[in-house]
């Protein structure tokens, strides 16, 4: 398991149309349920944990503005194929740290 095996997952949701779909349909289906985006990495080659992928994906999102087409997606609009900054922050929502009360 490593950050850079999450590093690359990323790069290959930035890079594969095919495997992008496959990683928003997995967040929709099993939102907030880390075990669904790791079993989908794991199969196609790419090991990390979950705090692995969470301490990657802030280096990807870090201070970045959402753009036009993040926004209108937040407020309502269509967006039929997410440009990857969008399925970032899905993933960094749902690898997010849980603090137990």
């Given amino acids: 398991m490593s950050a850079g095996s999450a590093k690359d997952f990323l790069n290959k949701i930035a890079n594969d149309d095919q495997f992008r779909r496959a990683v928003v349909t997995a967040m929709q289906q099993k939102p907030n349920e880390t075990a669904a985006i790791t079993a989908l990495a794991a199969g196609a080659g790419y090991t990390f944990t ?16 959402m753009s036009e087409v993040e926004l209108q997606t937040v407020a309502g609009g269509f ?16 690898f997010r740290p849980r603090f137990i009360a």
């Fill in 50 to 65: 979950a705090n692995e992928i969470s301490e990657v994906l802030k280096g990807f999102t870090k201070g970045e503005e």
């Fill in 79 to 94: 967006n039929p194929q997410p440009e990857p900054p969008i399925v970032y922050r899905g993933l960094q929502n749902i």
